[in-house]
């Protein structure tokens, strides 16, 4: 399958007074070409400093990626300058954030908004521009796009101004697409209109799409796989089958429990306990202080990955074979 992002091996960390935060701590995955990859965890676990890092947004001098590539259509995009990236923003990748309001300008009529990115990046005249404003606008379902286009931000509704965000995120036609939280502002019936619309979107358009988010329900409607993080790292993933009906690791098993089925809304669930301490995370599995299922080797040294079926891989030593034998070989002394 083509790959459109493969990011491999990812560190970010920021300095702060207190010291260094180890942020992202060696993730890696694949986006295929018109796929949907949910990413899913607590928060502060490094989901949106993973997703800023492939925007190029990663706040600097504080904020630094120390190791590994993000490759979008196999150009790494850690080694761009910061003006190359700014051609790509927007362009060919966009992100859609949690809050509707803050994302447009107040003091702009939506028109403006919406042509300005056209304008700016695709070099169209304002009467083209115009014309694929009003045609987004039907995309998204805004009703009298025409006259439309003439309003402000504030003459929407919630839900209608996430549309609009997420109009003038399409209207370069980018092809991928970040949306971090994209739901979690609205109230439920609006939620789920906006989750069909990304559903609608991407079959018409194409595009690859990144979803952070904590929400369980978001993710079980429009999601094809499935990364699951934990302080840093990815822990498990898969395709939505997989991790809803084969959970593997603990601690997704523990997100899922007040989930019990795939077509159900739920909030993650909280697990008792606090994820580590990212100044000084732990060399073993950062799990093991909440896992019931611990042993010895899980808090000296990171599971490997393992890798269950083509699509569903964890890391967790209870499937390890190694330390499947090191435990059959205690058990029998
Ligand atoms: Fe639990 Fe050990 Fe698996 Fe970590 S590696 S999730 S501590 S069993
Ligand atoms: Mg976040």
Redesign the pocket.
Known sequence: MDRILEVNDLHVHFSTYGGTVQAVRGVSFHLNRGETLAIVGESGCGKSVTSNAIMGLIPSPSGKIVNGSILFKGEDLTKFPEKKMRTIRGVDISMIFQDPMTALNPTLTIGTQLMEGLIQHKKVSAKEAEKRAIEMMELVGIPNPKERLKHYPHQFSGGMRQRIVIAIALICEPELLIADEPTTALDVTIQAQILELFGEIQEKTGVSIILITHDLGVVAKIADRIAVMYAGKIIETGTKRDIFYRPQ???TKGLLHSVPRLDERGELEPIDGTPPDLFSPPIG?P??AR?P???EV?NKVY?ATSSLSETHQVN???QDERAKQLLAAAASK
Request: charged share 0%; with cysteine; aromatic share 20%.
């Open positions: 690791h603990p601690y599995c799990f093991t896992c299922l611990a042993m899980c599971p967790c030593w209870l």
